[in-house]
C-alpha cells in the first residue's frame, strides 16, 4: 500500500495544473469574445453615425444650391459652397490620425480608382456607372470638418465632402449631390440624391429645388 501511495505522489497536482489551464483557457476565451462583441458593437455604432453626418452634408450642400442662381456653375466646377476649409484638394487630419484625401475622394467616386481619371475610365459602361458618356462627372462642391458645421456638438473626428455633378438619367432641370463622410474606427458613408427645380426660365436657373430621390450607396 505504501509503494502505491508513493508511486501517486504528485497526481492531484497534476490534476490541478489541468484544471486550472482548462479554466485560464475558458477565461481568456470569454474575455476575447467579451472584447470582439465590444468591438463589434463599437464599429456598428460608428457606421450608423456615418451615414448620418453623410446625411448632414447633404443638407449642407442643399441649402447653397438652393441659393446659387445657375446649378450650371455647380456642374461645371466654378461654383463652391460656403462651407470649404481651403484649397478644393489635397490631404485633410482628423483629430483621430484619420486622413481625408479629398482627390482622391473625388478620383474614386469617378471611377472607382486612387489616381486621376482618364477620359475613357470616365465614360466606361460598368454596373455602378452604366450612363457612358453621360456617366457623373463630380465636382467637389461642399467639404470640411463636422464640428465647424455644427459648432458645440462633439465632432472633431468627422469629415463632411459633398461633390455635384449632372444628372445621368437626363432629368430636365435635376441635379445629382454626392456626400461622403469620414470618422473614427474607419467609419465611412455615402449618400445621393437627385435634386430638380421647378419651373425658371431654363433647365438649371431659378425655380424651387425639390429631392426626387435619396439612396445609400454602398
Same mark, same amino acid.
Request: hydrophobic share 45%; aromatic share 6%; glycine share 8%.
Given at each position: ?41 463599437? /464599429? ?6 456615418? &451615414?448620418?453626418? $453623410? ?5 449642407? %450642400?442643399?441649402? #447653397? !444650391? @438652393? ?30 490620425? /484619420? ?6 475622394? &473625388?478620383?474614386? $467616386? ?5 489616381? %486621376?481619371?482618364? #477620359? !475613357? @475610365? ?97
Amino acid at each position: 500500500m505504501i509503494e502505491r501511495l508513493q508511486r501517486d505522489t504528485g497526481a492531484a497536482l497534476v490534476m490541478v495544473v489541468m484544471a486550472l489551464a482548462l479554466l485560464t483557457s475558458l477565461s481568456a476565451a470569454l474575455l476575447l469574445s467579451a472584447t470582439s462583441e465590444l468591438l463589434i458593437a463599437a /464599429t456598428f455604432t460608428s457606421q450608423r453615425a456615418a &451615414l448620418y453626418a $453623410a446625411d448632414a452634408i447633404l443638407e449642407r %450642400a442643399l441649402i #447653397d !444650391a @438652393e441659393a446659387a442662381p445657375d446649378w450650371s456653375t455647380l456642374i461645371s466646377g466654378t461654383s463652391l459652397s460656403s462651407f470649404e476649409d481651403g484649397q478644393a484638394g489635397g490631404r485633410r487630419s482628423l483629430a483621430d490620425g /484619420t486622413i481625408v484625401d479629398l482627390d482622391e475622394t &473625388l478620383d474614386m $467616386a469617378r471611377c472607382h480608382k486612387r489616381s %486621376a481619371c482618364t #477620359d !475613357a @475610365e470616365l465614360t466606361a459602361v460598368t454596373p455602378d456607372r452604366p450612363w457612358g458618356a453621360r456617366n457623373p462627372r463630380w465636382q467637389l462642391f461642399a467639404y470640411g470638418p463636422l464640428h465647424d458645421m455644427l459648432p458645440g456638438i462633439p465632432v472633431e473626428s468627422w469629415y463632411g465632402v459633398a461633390m455635384v455633378a449632372a444628372n445621368p438619367a437626363g432629368i430636365d432641370g435635376a441635379i445629382t449631390i454626392r456626400a461622403e463622410a469620414y470618422g473614427p474606427r474607419h467609419a465611412h458613408a455615402i449618400v445621393e440624391a437627385v435634386v430638380a427645380r421647378d419651373g425658371g426660365d431654363s433647365a438649371y436657373n431659378d425655380g424651387t429645388p425639390r429631392m426626387i430621390s435619396w439612396r445609400e450607396v454602398r
